[in-house]
């Protein structure tokens, strides 16, 4: 299902290009191989604006990586928790964006396999470089919150800065450490004085902003002026499943969201409250949550 004009997914689907890339650098370097198209999902977790600059934190999340078949680091659909342990401790986990105005500079990962080490990346050159780090820990934070939230293992828990898990006691490496040493890194290499790629990365509000713009009425997100007064009417959408046109746009809208870049699928449903004055209904929640997840287009 066709969403979003060529040159508007150009502009702002940048999220999934810039991690694509970030992945097959990465995998190259800790695993010795990269997946034609390598897919490895994650979710940004937080914005840091300093001097001129962003930083933009992901986490490489377990859930729809480690069971899912699309997914690089693929494990199985049911993972064993010894399973989930072992990916959960060697698999790259943080990983940080430097941009300046909207153009990304550089990145940087938190490797784990086969040692602890970062990995830089400055994205005009496509330049490569490890570093060592002193970071002590057995798991990130990121990644316990996963374990403990997720409920992988219904005896986990996280104590004093330790994971319980699988019978064993994990350290946590803390999200500030983690990200202290990324911005001194950032200092002591001066990657944060390397000229701009022409890669766009926009931050979480950018996006928010522009979809809120793009849905008014005439514009490039706006599906549902052309259907007032047929909002109810039924469409069929794949052989022997109907729904009405509304649905259909919110579902459109959902998918937008999701190309876009947008980070979660409450965040989509924030944006829409914006949009709408503060109002969502269940029913368009439902409808927005299928397109973010794009539950029509699968087999």
């Known amino acids: 299902m066709e969403i979003l004009p060529q040159t508007i997914r150009n502009s702002y689907k940048m999220k999934n290009i810039v991690i694509v890339l970030l992945i097959a650098f990465a995998f190259g370097q800790s695993f010795g191989q990269i997946d034609k198209d390598p897919v490895f999902n994650s979710v940004s977790t937080g914005e840091k604006q300093f001097d001129n600059f962003l930083l933009i934190s992901n986490y490489y999340t377990l859930e729809n990586n480690i069971e899912n078949r ?3 680091v693929f494990i ?12 959960a401790i060697n698999l790259p986990s943080d990983f940080f964006i430097l941009t300046k105005e909207s153009k990304v500079i550089c990145m940087v990962i938190l490797n784990n396999s086969p040692k602890r080490e970062f990995l830089s990346i ?3 050159n496509n330049l490569h470089s490890n570093f060592p780090t002193s970071l002590i820990g057995d798991i990130t934070e990121n990644r316990a919150n996963e374990i403990v939230r997720k409920g992988f293992d ?6 004093n800065g330790i994971l319980r898990f699988n019978g064993k006691e994990l350290t946590i490496i803390s999200n500030q450490e983690i990200e202290e040493a990324v911005l001194a890194l950032i200092k002591s290499e001066k990657l944060d004085k390397k000229r701009p790629s022409n890669i766009i990365m926009p931050s979480q509000r950018e996006i928010a902003d522009y979809i809120i713009a793009e849905s008014q009425e005439g514009r490039e997100l706006d599906f549902f002026t052309e259907i007032k007064g047929k909002e109810y009417d039924g469409v069929q959408i794949k052989p022997g499943v109907f729904t009405t046109k509304q649905s259909v746009a919110l579902y459109k809208w ?6 876009l870049g947008v980070n979660t699928i409450d965040d989509a449903y924030a944006i829409f409250m914006k949009f709408k004055d503060g109002h969502i209904s269940d029913r368009s929640k ?3 949550r299928m397109g973010f997840y794009k539950e029509w287009e699968k087999e």
Do not use: W
């Open 76 to 87: 199985s659909e049911n993972p064993s928790l010894e399973e989930i342990e072992d990916a």
């Open 70 to 72: 699309g997914s690089s």
């Open 122 to 124: 400055v994205m005009r």
């Open 154 to 159: 219904p005896n986990g828990i996280i104590e």
């Open 286 to 288: 439902e409808y927005i």
């Open 254 to 259: 959902g998918r937008a969201c999701f190309d």
